[in-house]
């Protein structure tokens, strides 16, 4: 692991920089922020979990220690990507530092955040910034970055005689038949809530093809749900996997929360999550009185001519609300979650700062010999355009809905099959993209 004193220090030249970007130290910014760390901010974050137990006062009360004038509100917030998707019209009713929605678009951004600085100097220091990277200016940096894939319960895989993990859509579907021989729901959608379907699945684009631009490339693809590509690999898989009985019995009564446990006692094999999760379901299995060592963590069962590929990706972003009348304090607050609160380390994710080794849930994939494959940033000019193309095309490819279509049209409550779906998907799409080409 990194000295903690060299990424404090090399993460303390990008914090300057960041709080200059705004307004100059001990001056006042148009917004009346007078630039010194002080006076009240709200945060707004997805991690209910963590108001529960206590972290986010944990990490106040040591913000707050570092800077007594200063006084953190966190508000935790269940239907987050909804919520404040809708509080964004207001200019002051989105927090002072938030979670970036990933609803947003690129060409948004400029609207409701304020410029952390140039991306070619904070690239010195941080990852995982193309997301949030417009024309050049950056706007919001990565709270922790994920591996993404498979989260698979050890002791299931090994109860059903699995002893190599497989590297193969068609090995995979195997395996998930011998877990369900085993009387145990092999993989698990999370249909209910939704949003496991959206992200955590789209996170993977790249990782079949071996392509960190994938997702711009399949933002010119009329035909994306074809053969070959990376959302054909991923979206397959997962209506196979329906189609053959091996998802959950009653998909409408899914429950994230209680899935946590169920899987961690071995209710359930394999879930597809980011590795941000791996910590929650360790918890669980604590909590659940299991080995926290039964959650595993995998690539996609996929290789292109041998070699298997993780996407890596900063999960959410944060942001300051350009509307903030206290940016200096909301910028520290987020440097010190980036930097000094320990955030990473607890939650098993990897850090945004470069200096930062791989956290050790992830060891995995290195010894497997896993490739980690960062996605690469759109063109000048398309940063919104993988976006606008699923906005165009009603496929919400960061979304639930399109998803739990598919699963519906898998299991018979819904009319058609793979292909009449998939040709569907092809047609809304490509429309979408001979629109946004003209």
Known sequence: MASRKAIVGLAAVAAATLLLTSCAAGGTDDSGDSGEVNGDITFLTNRTDLETDGTWDEYVAEFEEKYPDATVKVEAITNYEDDVKTRLSTPNGYGDVLLIPNGVSPDQYADFFEPLGDAADLA????????????????????????????????????AGITDLPTTPEEFLTDLEAIKAKGVTPLYTNYKDGWPLGGQWTNIIGAVTGDPTAQTVMAHDPAPWTEGTDIYALDSLLFDAVNQGLTEADPLTTNWEQSKGDFATGKIGAMVLGSWAISQFQAAATDAG???????????PTNLEGQQYATVAGDYFLGVNKNSSNKATAEAWMNWLIEDSGFTDTQGMISAIKAADLP??????SESGTELLEIAAAPAGEESLFSDTADLSQVDVWGNIYRQKLIDVARGQADGDKKSFFAQLNEQWGAAVDELAE
């Not at 922790?144 to 319960?153: K, R």
């Not at 050790?360 to 994939?365: A, H, I, P, V, Y």
């Open 124 to 159: 010195d220091t941080y990852q995982f910034l193309a997301p949030k990277t417009v024309d050049g200016t950056q706007y919001g940096l990565a709270l922790g970055g994920n591996a993404n894939g498979v989260l698979y319960n050890t002791e299931v895989f090994a109860d």
């Open 290 to 300: 299991a080995d926290p060592s039964v959650v595993g963590f995998m690539p996609f």
């Open 360 to 365: 050790e849930n992830l060891s995995g994939l």
